[in-house]
């Protein structure tokens, strides 16, 4: 079966700099979440979109911001690094239900680190 | 302000035997509660979801109670097995995401 599929696996990234992350959630899913987890630390939900439209927003700093487009992947577009943003950023999509949480499948993550 | 909270941070069990996580939480009111399993820099994966009227669900070897006056959910793995070592992770709905817990680090000892 189709899995969530996050590009790219790493990232490696100087401080000040930008990148970007992408989502492509499983085929006919149409809730798309972001997660950032430190090391040691548990999930924290940065934003999610339903339908292409934002529809919660968590810890997210101002300094990233994040979309998801008409097919429904989602690109994290995260400027200003910091050495604080290493971490796994992790992508889930769900089946929403007029965009109630639900059973959420994660991608495998991105490492980024920022050096 | 709303809390998670998973017994001890690691639990180590022999193999065969019974493993029992727990979940508490407070300032929630949840119509379901998640449980996730977390290997090693890899994602989440869902487990099992109950509901606020069910009192037990049932998956194979897994099982998970949910008592909303206690507020506590309780995820029982039986017949232990060493590749059932991972960290466990509950999770509760609000609005449209999931709050997570910190996780329990489960080894099963062979």
């Known amino acids: 079966a189709a899995g969530v599929i996050q590009s790219p696996r790493h990232l490696i990234k100087e401080k000040r700099e930008t990148a970007t992350l992408k989502c492509y959630p499983i085929p006919r899913h149409d809730t798309v979440y972001w997660y950032q987890q430190g090391p040691g630390q548990d999930p924290q939900f940065l934003i999610s979109f339903y339908e292409k439209m934002q529809s919660d927003k968590g810890s997210i700093p101002d300094r990233f911001s994040a979309q998801q487009f008409s097919d429904y992947h989602s690109e994290l577009n995260m400027s200003s690094l910091e050495l604080g943003d290493s971490a796994l950023y992790f992508c889930?999509?769900?089946?929403?239900?007029?965009?109630?949480?639900?059973?959420?499948?994660f991608g495998p993550g991105t490492r980024l680190t920022v050096l | 302000s709303q809390k998670i909270e998973q017994n001890s941070e690691a639990l180590n069990i022999q193999e065969g035997k019974t493993a029992t996580l727990t979940c508490n939480y407070t300032?929630?009111?949840?119509?379901?509660l998640q449980w996730y399993r977390q290997d090693p820099g890899r994602g989440p994966v869902f487990l099992l979801l109950?509901?606020?009227?069910?009192k037990e669900k049932r998956k194979e070897r897994l099982k998970v109670t949910f008592d909303t006056t206690l507020k506590q959910s309780l995820f029982h793995i039986t017949a232990s097995q060493p590749a059932d070592s991972a960290t466990y992770l509950c999770a509760l709905p609000s609005a449209r995401q999931l709050t997570f817990g910190s996780g329990t680090q489960l080894t099963v000892l062979p």
């Open positions: 889930a999509s769900s089946l929403g239900t007029s965009g109630v949480a639900d059973t959420q499948y």
């Open positions: 109950i509901r606020e009227n069910e």
């Open positions: 300032n929630y009111s949840p119509a379901y």
